[in-house]
């Protein structure tokens, strides 16, 4: 195998590998979300530790998507700031007015990002 081609391998298996551990980490804040919805009994400590992870997690997004080695087009870059700050403005609105009806959207979207990470789109 040439260099270049051992090269494109390992980087395709670190972008691989990226991703599928970027789709888990959703699916963990979106099964942290859904147990305290399931399990709802108002706020607390729960709550505020999923919603604390979620926050977390789309923080790391929002930055990568503004670094200016992030490989992705201006476009992609954007959406995923966007996202973000629809997350973060979810999670505030559900701190200030606890509703378990105000996770759903933060739980479907980790999901729908988590499968296309996945490309189960």
Known sequence: MSNAAQAYSRTSQITGNAREIEAQALLKAAKQ???VQS???GPDAKMHKALLFNRRLWTIFMS?????????????????????????H????????PDPSKLKPLIDINCQIAAGLAGRT
Not at 90 to 97: E, F, R, S
């Open 33 to 35: 979300l859904r147990d």
């Open 39 to 41: 399990n709802w009994a």
């Open 64 to 88: 990568a998507a503004e670094e200016d080695t992030n490989p992705h087009s201006i476009e992609v870059r954007q959406n995923i700031a966007n996202i973000s700050i629809f997350v973060m």
């Open 90 to 97: 979810q999670t505030v609105d559900m701190q200030l007015a």
